[in-house]
């Protein structure tokens, strides 16, 4: 696939016209239908249902968006990559889950940002296997990852804050009256949980032989959105500390298990690839971070 094209089949799938995308790209119309009806011929399959005024994409085209965006992204950052010479401009694409502990890491990143101006940064939020994906595709250069994983494939830096993991929920809830949250406490009560926390082994270890009488009611992948949730009474959440605002003002309020259960956070980098200079400037200023420490 031509990456041009691939950028025509953008802007068209962004326009949902492709008048209007022949006129945002400067190219004719019958031009750029001609090379969108070559792209759908070579791939055999339709990416387009075209009405009147308006066109939409097809399954397969949104698949091919989607992977689309991740081959130009790739292709803008590894030119930008080559022609720049200088040591201090650059990207930094990092994934990340959510949590306090990696704030070290915000903090090398503005040291950075501050000292070098040309420098830019991506975040990514998600899990382990989101995380990992873009690692090996290359859209990113480094993951933190918590919890304890294999990282066979990637080189690694322990960052120093563990995750404490515990229980939001109102200020109204009976469990409030306790400093701790213990296994038997969560019997039957409405819980909503990370994605990958049902497959935790030490969460398991946890629960003291009581696993299966929790009542699991849902997952997430974003601690803000289920916090909207948990705001209505519908359920409470098991999360990290400080990721949510349980001050006095708010309606809701955590409180750590007991036994404590932690996650460490641990940044890590393809063994394939070489890094660029502004990656490699990251890790030199962050492990300067970690020793003073």
């Given at each position: 696939m031509d990456v041009r094209v691939l950028r025509y089949f953008?802007?068209?799938?962004?326009?949902?016209?492709?008048?209007r995308a022949a006129r945002l790209l400067h190219i004719s119309q019958p031009a750029l239908s001609r090379q969108i009806a070559d792209l759908e011929t070579n791939l055999g399959t339709q990416l387009f249902i075209r009405g009147k005024r308006q066109i939409q994409l097809t399954q397969d085209g949104y698949y091919l968006l989607e992977r689309a965006h991740e081959i130009?992204?790739?292709?803008?950052?590894?030119?930008?990559?080559?022609q720049k010479q200088d040591v201090v401009s650059g990207t930094l694409d990092i994934g990340a889950g959510e949590s306090i502990a990696i704030q070290g890491?915000?903090?090398?990143?503005?040291?950075?940002?501050?000292k070098y101006p040309e420098v830019h940064v991506n975040f990514n939020s998600g899990d382990y296997t989101v995380i990992e994906s873009a690692l090996d595709s290359g859209i990113l250069e480094f993951g933190i990852i918590m919890g304890q994983h294999e990282f066979n494939n990637y080189n690694t830096l322990d960052l120093p804050m563990k995750n404490h993991w515990g229980i939001l929920m109102r200020?109204?809830?009976?469990?409030?009256?306790?400093?701790?949250?213990?296994?038997?406490?969560?019997?039957?009560r409405p819980l909503l949980v990370s994605h990958q926390i049902k497959q935790h082994r030490d969460f398991k270890n946890w629960c003291q032989g009581l696993f299966d009488q929790f009542n699991f009611v849902g997952t997430y992948n974003l601690i803000f959105n289920a916090s909207l949730l948990v705001k209505t009474g519908a359920c409470m959440a098991l999360t990290y500390d400080d990721l949510v605002d349980v001050s006095a003002d708010s309606d809701l309020?955590?409180?750590p298990l007991s036994p404590e259960l932690t996650d460490p956070n641990t940044l890590i980098w393809s063994k394939k690839r070489t890094l660029p200079d502004v990656d490699k400037l990251f890790l030199k200023t962050l492990k300067e971070k970690i020793g003073e420490q």
């Open positions: 953008i802007a068209i799938a962004q326009e949902q016209n492709i008048s130009v992204d790739l292709v803008d950052k590894t030119t930008y990559n080559l890491v915000m903090d090398t990143v503005h040291d950075i940002i501050r200020k109204d809830e009976q469990l409030t009256t306790k400093k701790y949250i213990q296994p038997s406490d969560l019997i039957g309020t955590f409180r």
